[in-house]
């Protein structure tokens, strides 16, 4: 079997069912397991992505309205590479490749099986994780896996349980204002949070600012879609330049962080138990055997005072 993945979560999973020696080749975005880095990697932006977040919407949308490309494909590479899989999704028309992008790019026979993940859930990612192993024949490894991740999740609930539950607003995008969706709000309410914006199993719209101020929550858990600790950390500026920022409740309690939300609370894959972990390390100061502060998530600092 050889395997393209252009997906991030998709090559997570195929590497949690222990056929990572099958893939031949990667999104730009995959990432995890380190190791998979070296891959030859098939796509690539079709724009800056280090423009400042307002910049990236605007110039995401105008490619939306206009029918142009968010990311090319490498078709020339993947007929090398010659798949039998090719993994894409079909949730987000932003977040990754989709299976228009790949007709458009002239890629849909390059490979014997062309996989569109579509997620929304955690039940959606398990659904995904049973599609990938039956389409490279690993059911019995699927069980397995679905169970472990559940039984993680499942360990930290009944840990939080009888903690009192704080309020939360999570963030997936800066600027404009989105309140995290999709599987989010269930990874939360798992590690015993109470979530003020945002709704399970649908896909996180923009919100005004005002919102964020009237819910005023507890914590305030800043993990933009794509971006990494780094990059979520460059959004400060943007944060404390909104009015009454620094008359939040979270603020003024220290119960602000910012977080790694490209591998952990945007990604549809295996590292959703993590994620539960580290929500619970933020709420709860519970900590694991694996600390996850200074890796994946950081108590916010004001500008001012880092630039001191």
């Not at 979560?9 to 999104?27: F, H, N, P, Y």
């Not at 079909?90 to 849909?108: F, K, L, N, W, Y």
């Not at 950390?233 to 977080?259: C, D, H, Q, T, Y």
């Not at 990604?267 to 709420?283: C, D, K, N, Q």
């Amino acid at each position: 079997m050889r395997i393209v993945s252009l997906l991030a979560s998709g090559t997570e999973i195929v590497c949690g069912l222990g056929a990572g020696k099958d893939l031949v080749g990667r999104s730009h975005e995959c990432d995890n397991p380190d190791w998979v880095k070296r891959l030859p990697v098939c796509t690539h932006p079709a724009f800056d992505v280090e423009m400042s977040s307002r910049a990236i919407n605007a110039e995401v949308s105008r490619r939306i309205r206009a029918n142009e490309p968010l990311y090319y494909i490498d078709a020339e590479l993947i007929a090398r590479l010659d798949p039998d899989l090719l993994i894409t999704q079909e949730h987000c028309d932003v977040c990754a490749v989709t299976p228009r992008d790949v007709a458009r790019d002239g890629c849909q026979d390059l490979a014997r099986q062309v996989l569109a993940l579509s997620a929304g859930t955690v039940r959606g990612i398990y659904d995904g994780i049973f599609a990938v192993g039956k389409a490279i024949d690993r059911v019995a490894a699927t069980r397995g896996l679905v169970a472990d991740i559940q039984q993680n999740i499942d360990n930290v609930h009944r840990a939080m349980r009888r903690k009192s539950a704080p309020t939360v607003v999570a963030l997936e995008w800066t600027d404009p204002v989105f309140p995290m969706g999709n599987w989010g709000p269930e990874l939360v309410e798992a590690a015993n949070g109470k979530l003020l914006l945002g709704k399970k199993g649908e896909h996180s719209q923009a919100t005004s600012w005002a919102r964020v101020r009237e819910a005023d929550p507890e914590f305030l858990i800043i993990a933009p879609c794509g971006y990494n600790l780094s990059r979520s950390m460059r959004e400060i500026p943007i944060l404390e330049a909104l009015p009454g920022w620094f008359k939040l409740s979270a603020v003024k309690n220290a119960r602000v962080v910012f977080a790694d939300g490209n591998k952990f609370f945007n990604r549809s894959g295996t590292t959703i138990a993590e994620t539960v972990e580290i929500v619970a390390e933020i709420l709860h100061d519970h900590r694991f055997p694996q600390s996850w502060e200074g890796n994946a998530w950081q108590r916010y600092t004001p500008a001012a005072r880092m630039a001191a």
